[in-house]
């Protein structure tokens, strides 16, 4: 069972939903990151960020001092041209949507449901 609403997930091209995450397959996030030239260390905030830690929980999983997060998130932000975090996590779904749309997510993945017309 992945951590939307109890759906049971299919692993997508051999990776299972993230833990942390819990919207995206590996395959989908790391279309993202490659659309949106995301460092390593970026798209890991980004991924905690759109998994709604706090800032606490990000600095302890990623080993930075808890009064840089804000920082670090204004630095994505600003690379991304957004200037808030709705506006943030906006722009890293609707890249997925567009990712997505081009690619071709494998059929037992639930996130397709996002993408195809009822």
Known sequence: MDGVNGVEHRVCQGSPCSAVCGLFCEEAWNGVVKVLSLSPRQAELARRVLAEQSD????????????SIS????CLSEKLQVNNSVRLLTKLFGTYLAWSAQSSLPAGCPRRRWIEPH
């Open 56 to 67: 606490d929980e990000i600095a302890r999983a990623l080993d930075l001092p808890r009064n």
């Open 71 to 74: 920082s670090h998130v204004q």
